[in-house]
């Protein structure tokens, strides 16, 4: 809480306390809890488990230890990371159709993978694909000043696109030749469909019993695999002829990619397996974290202010400012205040492989942890007035000052997110084009609803007004 001065003296002006759904006081049945889980995961959290640094007890998921202490979590995630691998759970609700990427491997599949993969992901490697974000950002800036005056729009369909613009240009220079509509409406059926927990998982029916939403969501599945396969086999045959620039995207870099190891690189099927690995980990997370910093923004014209003057103040080198962070320190402040309050990936579970403990706790052999960022990101214990919109908590010694195991927007240890980079300049970067160039205001009913799916996002979208700005 060593934030708490610097906070209270950077705010003038007071801030919203925005939406969330209020955590219940009782232990909920079991139907209930599967009909919840299905139906918006965040309302299963009850008081204790904002306010109690371990909840641990016995429930759907079997023994289930829910973790929101910094050194406990650091434990699980780090110290003895090698006893816990990720749960059939998650698993089951991730796994795309072709197989196991980076994001669902285990052992030394997902060590191989991970060790051939990471020189994509180095500061450098990112700092070239950032050049890449630019023009997809600014086009949709363009796009959406053209929009009549007072029009009222769902901006999460614009985040999504310009998540998905930026993924299909940093990952294939945009070679999805004229199947790049039907390329994302496959990916939003995906996540439609594919995107709920299903009770047969939670209740660990065996994988061959049908589950409705994969049923639903085979076409969408079945046509990315055709089009990415495609789209493999051709750069193959460019790689192959001398064809390819020298600024090689994601998919040349992947197939030329070689395990520092042994030398061995990854088959056409892996990398394809990663290629939807990184469109489904990088695409509806960035949208989401861009919906809501400018929901959050709407409410906040003081916060809205500053963001507008490091956007007008970085004009024209706003890919080095977004890479290097020091001139548009409170835009990006801001993208870290939107995943504290919503972040993208709200819970994260293992399986304990051994016994084990935590901080007193016994972790029996085949419990489930759950570290949730959502419950960490809003406990009592770790954060001052942890509901409320305060960016300046991402703020120079009020950064430094919070924990790195209190904030987990993209996990940490040996599974941490390897586009955490990418993704931040890409939310910094896109967030200061938007709000540089327009206005946003918020025009639903109501407040929106959180909602998680595979990723945390408003329930009916995200109605908003938007104008130029000048
Ligand atoms: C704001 C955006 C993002 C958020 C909040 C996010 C969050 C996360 C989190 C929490 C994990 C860890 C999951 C776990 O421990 O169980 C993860 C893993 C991963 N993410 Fe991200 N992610 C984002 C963007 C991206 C992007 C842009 C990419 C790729 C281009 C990406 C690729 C991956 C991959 C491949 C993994 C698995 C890493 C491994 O297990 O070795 N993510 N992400």
Same mark, same amino acid.
């Given at each position: 809480?060593?934030?708490?001065?610097?906070? @209270?003296?950077? /705010?003038?002006?007071?801030? !919203?306390? !925005? +939406?969330? !759904?209020?955590?219940?006081?009782r232990e909920l049945g079991y139907a209930e809890l599967l009909l919840r889980l299905r139906s918006n995961p965040l309302t299963i959290w009850r008081r204790i488990h904002f306010e109690r640094p371990i909840v641990s007890g016995k429930s759907l998921l079997g023994h289930a230890v829910v973790i929101s202490d910094p050194a406990a979590i650091r434990h699980v995630m780090v110290e003895n990371a090698a006893n816990y691998r990720k749960d059939d759970l998650q698993r089951s609700v991730l796994a795309p159709g072709l197989g196991d990427g980076l994001l669902t491997a285990e052992g030394d599949v997902w060590k191989r993978t991970r060790r051939? /993969? &990471? +020189?994509?992901?180095?500061?450098?490697?990112? *700092? *070239?694909?950032?050049?890449?974000?630019?023009? +997809? &950002?600014?086009?949709?800036?363009? $796009?959406? &000043?053209?929009? $009549?005056?007072?029009?009222?729009?769902? /901006?999460?369909?614009?985040?999504?696109? /310009?998540?998905?613009?930026?993924? @299909?240009?940093?990952?294939?220079?945009?070679?999805? &030749?004229?199947?790049?509509?039907?390329?994302?409406?496959?990916?939003?059926?995906?996540f439609e469909t594919q995107g709920r927990i299903d009770p047969l998982d939670v209740l660990r029916a065996p994988a061959f019993v049908p589950r409705i939403g994969r049923i639903l969501a085979r076409p969408a599945i079945d046509f990315f695999e055709g089009e990415v396969i495609r789209i493999i086999k051709a750069r193959r045959e460019e790689i192959a002829r001398g064809d390819t620039p020298d600024e090689a995207d994601l998919l040349t870099a992947l197939l030329k990619a070689s395990d520092p190891e042994t030398g061995v690189g990854l088959t056409e099927r892996e990398v394809g397996a990663n290629i939807v690995t990184f469109i489904g980990a990088g695409h509806e997370t960035t949208a989401n974290v861009l919906t809501w910093s400018l929901y959050l923004l709407s409410q906040a014209p003081d916060v809205r202010a500053a963001v507008e003057a490091e956007a007008d103040a970085t004009a024209g080198r706003r890919v080095d400012a977004a890479l290097s962070g020091d001139d548009l320190a409170m835009t990006r402040a801001v993208v870290e205040e939107a995943m504290r309050l919503y972040p993208p990936v709200a819970s994260l579970s293992r399986a304990a492989i051994e016994d084990d403990a935590v901080a007193g706790v016994p972790i029996p052999k085949g419990a489930t942890v759950v570290i949730a960022p959502y419950v960490l990101h809003r406990h009592r214990l770790l954060w001052d007035d942890p509901g409320r919109f305060l960016p300046e908590r991402f703020l120079g010694s009020a950064r430094e000052a919070v924990d790195r195991f209190a904030f987990l927007p993209f996990g940490a240890g040996p599974r941490v997110c390897i586009g955490a980079q990418f993704a931040m300049v890409e939310a910094v970067l896109v967030l200061s084009t938007l709000v540089g160039a327009l206005r946003f205001t918020y025009a639903g009913d109501g407040p929106p609803t959180p909602v998680q799916r595979i990723t945390l996002r408003p329930r009916d979208g995200m109605p908003m007004r938007v104008a130029p700005r000048g």
């Open positions: 809480m060593a934030d708490t001065i610097a906070v @209270a003296d950077a /705010v003038r002006t007071p801030r !919203p306390v !925005p +939406p969330a !759904p209020e955590p219940g006081t051939t /993969v &990471a +020189p994509l992901f180095t500061p450098r490697a990112v *700092a *070239a694909l950032a050049r890449r974000m630019e023009a +997809p &950002a600014v086009a949709t800036a363009e $796009r959406m &000043a053209r929009r $009549r005056a007072g029009r009222v729009v769902d /901006v999460t369909q614009d985040m999504t696109r /310009v998540t998905y613009d930026i993924l @299909a240009e940093t990952l294939f220079s945009d070679t999805i &030749a004229g199947g790049a509509s039907a390329f994302s409406k496959a990916l939003t059926a995906y």
